[in-house]
């Protein structure tokens, strides 16, 4: 009777690990994390109208910009984006940064940039970005949240302010250039 009682106690113990590493497994195989991994291009950003819901491509600074998203796969994600011809600017000063002009340096307020640790939330679709070194000093430090949504090879993130969607989505097209 001991030794059937014994028995009873392992094969519960491995059938107890088993479920256990069965869960794990799928949580890990359903989770979004590795779908972030790899290089995305900036394709658009939009503005959505308060009233009638309707999405509209952005203008100003906002309109045409190019740039990329990287997640490493391992926690680490940058982010670089700039108006469209950024790269064609002239600048007035002779190639130096002391030499730059105000028109030059106003060039310069075009480009964003950050860096940092990211963290992904499966339950509530949103994603960190642990901002560890960025273009404006006072961001150094924060957290960006953004919503995502996956549909095909697109990413759209949605900025999160104190846990609202504001209304501006930023479409990323996967360059489908991770090794596996």
């Given at each position: 009777?001991?030794?059937?009682?014994?028995?009873?106690y392992?094969?519960?113990?491995?059938?107890?690990?088993?479920?256990?590493?069965?869960?794990?497994?799928e949580k890990t195989a359903s989770s979004d994390f590795n779908k972030f991994t790899g290089r995305w291009k900036l394709h658009k950003i939009q503005l959505q109208d308060t009233i009638t819901q309707n999405w509209t491509d952005a203008l100003g600074n906002n309109k045409d910009r190019k740039g990329f998203i990287i997640y490493d796969g391992l926690g680490g994600m940058g982010v670089h984006h700039v108006t469209e011809n950024?790269?064609?600017?002239?600048?007035?000063?002779?190639?130096s940064l002391d030499s730059l002009t105000k028109r030059d340096l106003r060039h310069f307020t075009n480009n964003f940039v950050y860096f940092g640790k990211y963290n992904v939330n499966d339950i509530d679709k949103t994603i960190e970005h642990h901002i560890e070194a960025h273009i404006y000093p006072k961001s150094w430090g924060s957290i960006a949240k953004r919503e995502y949504k996956f549909k095909g090879d697109t990413?759209?993130?949605?900025?999160?302010?104190?846990?609202?969607?504001l209304p501006v989505r930023i479409i990323w097209i996967s360059l489908n250039d991770t090794t596996e």
């Amino acid at each position: 009777m001991k030794n059937t009682f014994r028995k009873t106690y392992i094969l519960i113990g491995i059938c107890a690990l088993t479920l256990s590493l069965i869960q794990c497994n799928e949580k890990t195989a359903s989770s979004d994390f590795n779908k972030f991994t790899g290089r995305w291009k900036l394709h658009k950003i939009q503005l959505q109208d308060t009233i009638t819901q309707n999405w509209t491509d952005a203008l100003g600074n906002n309109k045409d910009r190019k740039g990329f998203i990287i997640y490493d796969g391992l926690g680490g994600m940058g982010v670089h984006h700039v108006t469209e011809n950024y790269e064609n600017f002239e600048f007035e000063g002779k190639g130096s940064l002391d030499s730059l002009t105000k028109r030059d340096l106003r060039h310069f307020t075009n480009n964003f940039v950050y860096f940092g640790k990211y963290n992904v939330n499966d339950i509530d679709k949103t994603i960190e970005h642990h901002i560890e070194a960025h273009i404006y000093p006072k961001s150094w430090g924060s957290i960006a949240k953004r919503e995502y949504k996956f549909k095909g090879d697109t990413l759209i993130l949605s900025p999160l302010n104190k846990g609202l969607r504001l209304p501006v989505r930023i479409i990323w097209i996967s360059l489908n250039d991770t090794t596996e």
